[in-house]
């Protein structure tokens, strides 16, 4: 377990950075917020250049809940009317 910042949240994903351990495409990793859980598929990762953190896109899998309290309804009304 370790903390992570999620940012570019969608109902689709999100992008993580900030991560210590090592993950691999394919890998199905478990994230909490705010007490809500749920699993991910790990997409993409990048690395920092001293390897020392990485930056993970992540999807989430069809049978798992949204786990992040946003209105993601609301901000999309937001951008469109930009």
Do not use: H
């Not at 993970?56 to 069809?62: A, C, D, N, Q, Y």
């Amino acid at each position: 377990m370790q903390v992570a910042s999620a940012r570019n949240v969608s109902e689709d994903g999100a992008l993580v950075g900030g991560l210590r351990c090592r993950l691999r495409p394919g890998e199905i990793i478990e994230m909490q917020y705010n007490g809500r859980q749920a699993q991910f598929r790990v997409i993409w990762v990048a690395e920092s250049y001293d390897r020392q953190e990485s930056m993970v896109g992540v999807k989430t899998l069809p049978s798992e809940p949204t786990i992040w309290d946003v209105n993601l309804s609301r901000c999309t009304d937001f951008v469109g009317k930009g």
